[in-house]
């Protein structure tokens, strides 16, 4: 029987947990996809928000246990360094006197199913599934979008006017924006991008836009676009419509996403691999390559933990099969006959009577 009720909170517009700093610094090290606690926090703020859009943000409430109380739970869909488990979040009530009263929970630790069932007693069935997951990583949405684009006619999709463009970059961005000058340079280097994906050599920016207004999170592809004689690349955001009955499509250039690491911050929210895997927008290749010999040596690490828990595993199944063998059918231990039998009981093994040695002497 359960000691708990869970409840699925729906979404509400103010802010639901807060994630201090210091338990954020001393999680990155049990996280295998993080290893910057700014980037985890913006991670972990969406995440938390987007849960409970989709119905898995879930308060737990303990009957008769003063220890706990209430609890909440999100599937923070990121992996144990160790056992590369799954990582929920454990949230607690945000206490009135704490800094920040207008939080209802407070990040308490990341803990794996098992953690949680063995301290709270909560079934695994029980724990939200990951925003991601239920929404198959937007796969559909990423093939669709990749298949209109390749399918557009080469000058279909440009910029006419960068009057009319929105310039999209986070707030600590400090880079000028008086190199987009010359539109033809933007819309040379979208046509070469358009024709790279088509060749495998480039592929679309994926990233998740959430309204928490509408309650809605969707998909939406970028084009990393690489401007001549600059280090760093941009990105375009683009609609494509139908106009008439035959087929023809309209291109709108909706965004110019031109500060690098702010791409990458957005697509890390659909996959943290994103932090290693654009690095390359930044124009910083020793950093890329410094990022991959970390993601692989991460791998490595949990790899050869996954292979010594077979291991082990297989010796356990070894040790039961080995036990089975040596019963038989009545249930009596096997006795195996020693090879020396005969120089131990040599009048028995010829069919003689046994004959007693002297009581006195073992």
């Known amino acids: 029987?359960?000691?708990?009720?869970?409840?699925?909170?729906?979404?509400?517009?103010?802010?639901?947990?807060?994630?201090?700093?210091?338990?954020?610094?001393?999680?990155?090290?049990?996280?295998?996809?993080?290893?910057?606690?700014?980037?985890?926090?913006?991670?972990?703020?969406?995440?938390?928000?987007?849960?409970?859009?989709?119905?898995?943000?879930?308060?737990?409430?303990?009957?008769?246990?003063?220890?706990?109380?209430?609890?909440?739970?999100?599937?923070?869909?990121?992996?144990?360094?160790?056992?590369?488990?799954?990582?929920?979040?454990?949230?607690?009530?945000?206490?009135?006197?704490?800094?920040?009263?207008?939080?209802?929970?407070?990040?308490?630790?990341?803990?794996?199913?098992?953690?949680?069932?063995?301290?709270?007693?909560?079934?695994?069935?029980?724990l939200p599934i990951g925003s991601r997951e239920k929404h198959n990583y937007w796969k559909s949405e990423i093939y669709k979008q990749q298949n209109q684009l390749i399918s557009l006619h080469p000058n279909i999709l440009y910029i006419s006017s960068l009057h009319k463009a929105t310039f999209i970059h986070s707030q600590k961005y400090k880079n000028s924006k008086s190199y987009f000058k010359k539109v033809d340079n933007i819309n040379k280097a979208i046509q070469e991008s358009i024709n790279n994906i088509r060749n495998n050599i480039l592929s679309l920016i994926p990233i998740l836009k959430i309204n928490t207004k509408k309650e809605e999170i969707c998909c939406q592809c970028l084009l990393p676009i690489k401007l001549q004689n600059e280090p760093s690349w941009i990105a375009i955001s683009y609609q494509l419509t139908r106009i008439n009955n035959n087929n023809n499509t309209e291109s709108i250039v909706s965004g110019l996403y031109i500060d690098a690491q702010d791409i990458i911050n957005k697509s890390l929210l659909l996959s943290p691999s994103a932090i290693y895997k654009y690095q390359f927008l930044k124009g910083e290749q020793t950093l890329t390559i410094n990022s991959l010999q970390k993601q692989l040596n991460d791998a490595l690490k949990r790899e050869s933990m996954l292979l010594l828990m077979l291991q082990q595993k297989d010796e356990i199944v070894q040790s039961l099969i080995n036990n089975v063998n040596n019963i038989n059918v009545y249930g009596i231990p096997m006795i195996s006959t020693p090879r020396n039998v005969n120089n131990i009981y040599p009048n028995i093994m010829n069919g003689q009577e046994p004959v007693l040695s002297n009581v006195n002497s073992y």
């Open 1 to 126: 029987m359960k000691s708990y009720e869970l409840n699925r909170c729906t979404y509400s517009k103010q802010r639901m947990v807060t994630f201090p700093k210091c338990a954020l610094s001393k999680s990155v090290e049990q996280i295998g996809e993080f290893t910057d606690s700014q980037q985890l926090y913006y991670y972990l703020t969406w995440t938390n928000k987007m849960q409970a859009i989709d119905g898995e943000f879930i308060e737990y409430t303990f009957f008769g246990n003063q220890q706990y109380g209430k609890i909440a739970i999100f599937n923070a869909e990121l992996h144990d360094t160790n056992s590369n488990a799954i990582l929920y979040i454990v949230a607690v009530l945000n206490s009135r006197n704490d800094y920040t009263p207008f939080f209802q929970w407070k990040m308490n630790a990341f803990m794996t199913a098992d953690e949680i069932f063995n301290i709270y007693g909560i079934n695994e069935n029980d």
